[in-house]
Protein backbone atom coordinates (compact mmCIF):
# COMPACT_ATOMS: atom_id res chain seq x y z
CA UNK A 1 0.00 0.00 0.00
CA UNK A 2 1.52 3.16 -1.22
CA UNK A 3 1.83 6.01 1.78
CA UNK A 4 0.09 9.38 0.18
CA UNK A 5 0.04 13.25 0.96
CA UNK A 6 -2.95 15.07 0.34
CA UNK A 7 -3.49 18.95 0.29
CA UNK A 8 -7.01 19.59 1.30
CA UNK A 9 -9.06 20.62 -1.43
CA UNK A 10 -6.24 19.57 -3.97
CA UNK A 11 -4.98 16.39 -6.10
CA UNK A 12 -2.63 14.05 -4.63
CA UNK A 13 1.24 15.86 -4.29
CA UNK A 14 3.20 13.32 -3.36
CA UNK A 15 3.22 9.03 -3.46
CA UNK A 16 5.78 7.37 -2.15
CA UNK A 17 5.90 2.75 -2.66
CA UNK A 18 8.29 1.37 0.38
CA UNK A 19 9.44 -1.93 1.16
CA UNK A 20 9.91 -2.90 4.14
CA UNK A 21 13.02 -4.77 4.76
CA UNK A 22 13.93 -6.82 8.15
CA UNK A 23 16.97 -6.45 8.88
CA UNK A 24 16.32 -8.19 12.14
CA UNK A 25 16.08 -11.22 9.99
CA UNK A 26 19.46 -11.17 8.18
CA UNK A 27 23.15 -11.70 8.98
CA UNK A 28 25.16 -8.89 9.34
CA UNK A 29 27.32 -9.97 6.84
CA UNK A 30 24.54 -10.26 3.58
CA UNK A 31 24.54 -6.41 4.68
CA UNK A 32 28.13 -5.73 4.45
CA UNK A 33 28.54 -7.60 0.80
CA UNK A 34 26.01 -5.50 -0.40
CA UNK A 35 28.40 -2.55 -0.84
CA UNK A 36 26.04 0.02 -0.44
CA UNK A 37 27.27 3.30 1.18
CA UNK A 38 25.42 4.34 4.40
CA UNK A 39 24.50 1.42 5.62
CA UNK A 40 27.09 0.24 8.36
CA UNK A 41 24.73 2.28 10.72
CA UNK A 42 22.27 -0.75 10.12
CA UNK A 43 24.76 -3.05 11.22
CA UNK A 44 22.92 -3.51 15.30
CA UNK A 45 20.00 -3.81 13.61
CA UNK A 46 20.61 -7.40 11.98
CA UNK A 47 19.73 -10.77 13.68
CA UNK A 48 23.12 -10.91 15.46
CA UNK A 49 23.81 -7.14 15.67
CA UNK A 50 27.49 -6.69 14.29
CA UNK A 51 31.01 -6.15 16.92
CA UNK A 52 33.81 -4.59 14.78
CA UNK A 53 36.77 -6.79 15.07
Known amino acids: ?3 QRD ?4 KKVRE ?3 NV ?7 AEEL ?3 G ?4 PPLLPLT ?3 Y ?3
Open 16 to 18: FHL
Open 36 to 39: RRGT
Open 7 to 10: LPGR
Open 47 to 49: RAG
Open 32 to 34: LRS
Open 1 to 3: MPY
Open 21 to 27: LKRWDRP
Open 51 to 53: VAS
